[in-house]
């Protein structure tokens, strides 16, 4: 059987696509529990000038890690409007999502279509456009594969 091959070229195009879709509605996201106080103590710190500390706590009363704050604290100081931090942070998502399978498809010796199919989960979709402080682990589970 004849292996189907697709171009780099091609599969760039046909990601930016995607991302375009990733980017349409940025306000249709949700806004429950845990966001709203990461952006609280996002806005606290900086009205503070804190960068270290722990994050909000978990269901059981631990704390989660700083990071998420963090990131949010420099979207926060870029821009006020939650809106462009929802374009900001899907955008980073998708970057890092995007570059991490396109070194794993060189280094596998994969066929680079995957790279496209993975933009079309809807897990995939859900989570690049969350404000949620979990969903940080989906690129940074792709970057340290």
């Keep these: 059987m004849e292996r189907v091959t697709v171009s780099t070229r091609a599969i ?3 990601s930016v696509l995607l991302l375009g879709v990733y980017l349409l509605f940025p306000g249709d996201i949700w806004w429950v529990n845990d966001e709203p106080k990461l952006f609280s103590q996002a ?3 900086n009205a503070h000038g804190q960068w ?3 994050g909000i706590n978990g269901a059981n ?14 979207m926060l100081r870029l821009t ?5 931090i929802a374009m900001l942070k899907t955008l980073l ?3 890092i999502i995007f570059f991490s399978l396109r070194r794993l498809a060189r280094d596998l010796n994969l066929n680079k279509a995957f790279i496209a ?12 456009r969350s404000l949620w402080d979990n969903v940080f682990l989906v690129p940074l589970s792709a970057w340290f594969v």
């Design 43 to 45: 806005l606290w710190r």
């Design 80 to 84: 006020p409007e939650l809106i462009q």
């Design 61 to 74: 009363g631990n704390p989660y890690g700083p990071i998420p704050i963090m990131l949010y604290q420099v």
């Design 12 to 14: 760039g195009i046909i």
């Design 93 to 95: 998502s998708w970057a």
């Design 117 to 128: 199919i993975a933009f079309l989960s809807p897990l995939v979709f859900l989570y690049c």
């Design 52 to 54: 270290l500390g722990w």
